[in-house]
């Protein structure tokens, strides 16, 4: 069993900077590949980044390359997003979740998400 805790969240302007945290309890979070997805109000959860779980292997979203980057750290069993240049669009929960395998369809944990709110 993985417990998965999002923090990091906030209110920040367009154009600010936050950083995402997502900690794992358990002994295997470097089995998992890690995953940040979003979801805004009134729209579908979203894919936003994901990481192998050795952290040499990432993927991320159109909307977020080159502002966003994900890292982790297996030592502190903790995934990261770093967020840049962020848009009144970004503006959703972030939630972060564990596959197997990476880029695999299939989430065994979920958190329970972290609110981000962009202002104009």
């Known amino acids: 069993q993985v417990q998965l805790v999002e923090s990091g969240g906030g209110l920040v302007q367009a154009g600010g900077s936050l950083r995402l945290s997502c900690a794992a309890s358990g002994r295997t979070f470097s089995s998992y590949a890690m995953t940040w997805f979003r979801q805004a109000p009134g729209k579908e959860r979203a894919f936003v980044a994901t990481?192998?779980?050795?952290?040499?292997?990432?993927n991320y979203a159109d909307s977020v390359k080159d502002r966003f980057t994900i890292s982790r750290d297996n030592a502190k069993n903790t995934v990261y997003l770093e967020m840049n240049s962020l848009k009144p669009e970004d503006t959703a929960v972030y939630y972060c979740?564990?596959?197997?395998?990476?880029?695999?369809?299939?989430?065994?944990?979920w958190g329970q998400g972290t609110q981000v709110t962009v202002s104009s």
């Open positions: 990481i192998s779980r050795s952290g040499i292997s990432t």
């Open positions: 979740a564990a596959s197997e395998f990476f880029q695999s369809s299939k989430y065994a944990y």
